[in-house]
């Protein structure tokens, strides 16, 4: 029997062994979340947020438990891991006590004596979910869904299996309808069987742009919506009046969180050249002092990354932009061992043509790009496939605005690194996607938006 396992990246042991869901198996779980659906779509907003707050609750209850579970199967951070169930169970309230308002009735004035837009639930919304924050994209995607009365089939990665079924307990433990929302423990290949079925309507994806394109193009033949969450390789424009000590501590957090693995985290650092040699500076002290290790122990601030394919893929990035001429300041090794654990990298110099320029890296290494000025610095900012988010150190608040509506993505930072909120709409342009999560937008994606004309 084929079976999905759980690697422990900081040891390379395995934790666990699933077996995959059989063709019966997903058609009896799809049965059973169609039924599910049928009832729930019936129930009134009151409720549903009833069932949420409660899952907020679970989340909180529980937090050591999935927070060690996320650090076990693929590697964060503890405290990070910690922080992200809080901001689960922030998402949770949100929607619960959002919901409404946004799904409202919107009244419309035509030639009929009572005219509205309804928003009303599609049915099975198919998540297929990306291992870097196990828990987080997967409650983006279910609080406002599940509040819209959809139903959810999550197909996790498969390095966090544990992840998934924990996330699938989470919604039995608060008292949500049996099998509402279910986890599916399929490899890649079988997402396809899934978003042809007719019971699934609608699929969203976080991930990579080869898995994006795969899950598009299927939808796009079944006619079903499809909302994408792909790569970004965000800019982090330093200016010549930025607050440098500010701007320096906050482009390391940006581009370490998650021990580099974050769509979102600064990627390429653009520097106008008056403050290169000090922003290259205090790169190389703070990366070089940086204590990596296990991932449990409470200092740790690099734990291991969450494959060793990914760790050498990135490796491969670094070496072949060193070939190409980026200069290395520091780190730029594997670290021996049977973890998947990478120096923290600084490489400077960094031009068009080199892979840190244009490809997306996914692990502690930061890319400096140089340039002479404001109008070089936005023009190297737009010259990526990607446009997910991006940030602008200045003093200048007003130039930060103009600058941020020049940059091509769908969300620009001043002053700050760029992080997903409930509150804001979040997501790509170009190759990173398309679709908003969170925020009313979010919840709209998989709603039929439906005109009632009464005459
Ligand atoms: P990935 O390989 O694309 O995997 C993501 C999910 O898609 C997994 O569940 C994976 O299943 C599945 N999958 C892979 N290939 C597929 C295919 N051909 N058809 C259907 N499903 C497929 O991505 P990853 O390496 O795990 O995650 C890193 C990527 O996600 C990065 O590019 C990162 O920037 C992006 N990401 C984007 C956001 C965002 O919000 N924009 C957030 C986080 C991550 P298996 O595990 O079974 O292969």
Same mark, same amino acid.
């Given at each position: ?316 990035? /670094? ?7 980026? &200069? #290395?300041?520091? +780190? !730029?090794?594997?670290?021996? =061992?049977? *973890? ?73 930072? /001043? ?7 409930? &509150? #804001?709409?979040? +997501? !790509?342009?170009?190759?990173? =996607?398309? *679709? ?20």
């Amino acid at each position: 029997m084929e079976c999905m396992k759980s690697i422990n990246p900081t040891t390379g042991a395995l934790i666990h062994s699933y077996a995959e869901h059989k063709a019966g198996e997903i058609q009896s779980i799809l049965a059973a979340t169609q039924n599910a659906w049928e009832q729930w779509r019936c129930v009134d907003y009151e409720v549903r947020a009833t069932h949420l707050v409660r899952a907020a609750a679970v989340l909180r209850t529980h937090k050591e438990d999935y927070a060690r579970l996320m650090t076990l199967e693929m590697g964060k951070i503890i405290a990070e891991a910690r922080a992200e169930i809080e901001k689960c169970a922030w998402v949770c309230d949100f929607y619960a006590e959002n919901a409404e308002g946004f799904l409202k009735d919107e009244i419309i004035e035509t030639d009929a004596s009572r005219s509205f837009v309804s928003f009303e639930p599609l049915g099975i919304i198919l998540a297929v979910m990306p291992w870097n924050f196990p828990f987080w994209q997967v409650f983006r995607f279910a609080a406002p869904a599940l509040m819209a009365g959809n139903a959810g089939i999550l197909k996790h990665a498969s390095n966090v299996s544990a992840c998934s079924l924990a996330i699938e307990d989470v919604f039995r433990e608060a008292g949500f309808p049996e099998h509402l929302f279910r986890s599916l423990l399929i490899p890649a290949w079988e997402v396809e069987t899934v978003i042809r079925d007719k019971r699934v309507k609608a699929v969203t994806l976080t991930g990579s742009e080869a898995a994006g394109k795969s899950v598009a193009s299927i939808a796009g033949q079944e006619l079903k919506k499809s909302l994408l969450e792909l790569g970004g390789s965000d800019p982090f424009i330093v200016l010549e009046d930025a607050d440098i000590n500010r701007c320096v501590r906050t482009a390391t957090q940006a581009r370490m969180i998650n021990s580099g693995q974050s769509c979102i985290a600064a990627k390429r650092f653009i520097v106008v050249q008056p403050r290169l040699a000090e922003f290259e500076a205090a790169q190389t002290e703070i990366l070089n002092r940086m204590r990596v290790g296990d991932p449990f122990v409470s200092d740790t601030e690099v734990g291991p990354l969450a494959r060793l394919d990914l760790r050498d893929e990135l490796h491969d990035q /670094v070496l072949r932009t060193i070939e190409a001429g980026g &200069r #290395l300041l520091t +780190g !730029g090794n594997i670290i021996g =061992g049977p *973890g998947a654990f990478y120096q923290p990298t600084v490489i400077t110099g960094v031009k068009k043509g080199m892979p840190l320029y244009h490809e997306e890296s996914f692990g502690p290494v930061l890319a400096i790009i140089p340039v002479q000025d404001e109008e070089e610095a936005i023009r190297v900012a737009n010259d990526s496939d990607f446009g997910l988010g991006g940030s602008i150190w200045t003093q200048d608040s007003k130039r930060g605005e103009v600058l941020a509506r020049r940059i091509d993505s769908g969300a620009v930072f /001043v002053n700050g690194m760029t992080k997903s909120d409930p &509150r #804001l709409p979040f +997501g !790509g342009i170009k190759k990173s =996607g398309y *679709g908003r999560e969170l925020s009313h937008y979010g919840i709209k994606e998989f709603v039929n938006i439906k005109s009632i004309w009464i005459a």
